[in-house]
T-cell receptor
Framework: GDSVTQMEGPVTLSEEAFLTINCTYT??????LFWYVQYPGEGLQLLLK?????DKGSNKGFEATYRKETTSFHLEKGSVQVSDSAVYFC??????????????FGPGTRLSVLP | EAQVTQNPRYLITVTGKKLTVTCSQN?????MSWYRQDPGLGLRQIYY???????DKGDVPEGYKVSRKEKRNFPLILESPSPNQTSLYFC???????????FGPGTRLTVL
């Protein structure tokens, strides 16, 4: 079945460090890919997205490139801040035969950034 | 303010007592969806709706029902809750095929 795998957390970094959170997926068809972020006590918010192979999504200094050959969508940021501490979810969206759309999320990676 | 609201935010109930969690959005979105969030499993889609009167199962629909009689509302119904339905539930909405879902604040349900 369709699935999303993320690196195990928690990830703890010092402020201004480089961040990579790995995400790989298994899907039938051609999914769109997303990174969502969840701050403590809140619902998820879209961080960035890519809809086809080689697309790069970017927002707030975060980037991810849709790599079809490696079925990956790794999240990167050059210099993290304390305010980036949150749980990050990789997700895919598939359009079904009946034109319905189904989302599959990874387990989430908790990031803690220390001052 | 554009938002997705859920009620109640917290609920403790007992096995077998029917309950409904309401979800409402004010953004005129066609697509609405329910998820449950469990530690180590992330979010799993329960049901979704592409528009009024159009609903479909997600990955974990067993034990849940939904209805979409109005565009803005998408209630989640647990006819006979069981302890394995103890979880954090999120409702979300988006323009159809957009992919940018807007999430509600969550409902923490405990079934004893």
């Amino acid at each position: 079945g369709d699935s999303v795998t993320q690196m195990e957390g928690p990830v703890t970094l010092s402020e201004e460090a480089f961040l990579t959170i790995n995400c790989t997926y298994t899907a039938t068809g051609y999914p769109s890919l997303f990174w969502y972020v969840q701050y403590p006590g809140e619902g998820l918010q879209l961080l960035l997205k890519a809809t086809k192979a080689d697309d790069k999504g970017s927002n707030k200094g975060f980037e991810a490139t849709y790599r079809k050959e490696t079925t990956s969508f790794h999240l990167e940021k050059g210099s993290v801040q304390v305010s980036d501490s949150a749980v990050y979810f990789c997700a895919l969206k598939l359009i079904r035969d009946n034109y319905g759309q189904n989302f599959v999320f990874g387990p989430g990676t908790r990031l803690s950034v220390l001052p | 303010e554009a938002q997705v609201t859920q009620n109640p935010r917290y609920l403790i109930t007992v096995t077998g007592k029917k309950l409904t969690v309401t979800c409402s959005q004010n953004m005129n979105h066609e697509y609405m969806s329910w998820y449950r969030q469990d530690p180590g499993l992330g979010l799993r889609q329960i049901y979704y709706s592409m528009n009024v009167e159009v609903t479909d199962k997600g990955d974990v629909p067993e034990g849940y029902k939904v209805s979409r009689k109005e565009k803005r509302n998408f209630p989640l119904i647990l006819e006979s809750p069981s302890p394995n339905q103890t979880s954090l539930y999120f409702c979300a909405s988006s323009l159809v095929y957009s992919g940018e879902q807007f999430f509600g604040p969550g409902t923490r349900l405990t079934v004893l």
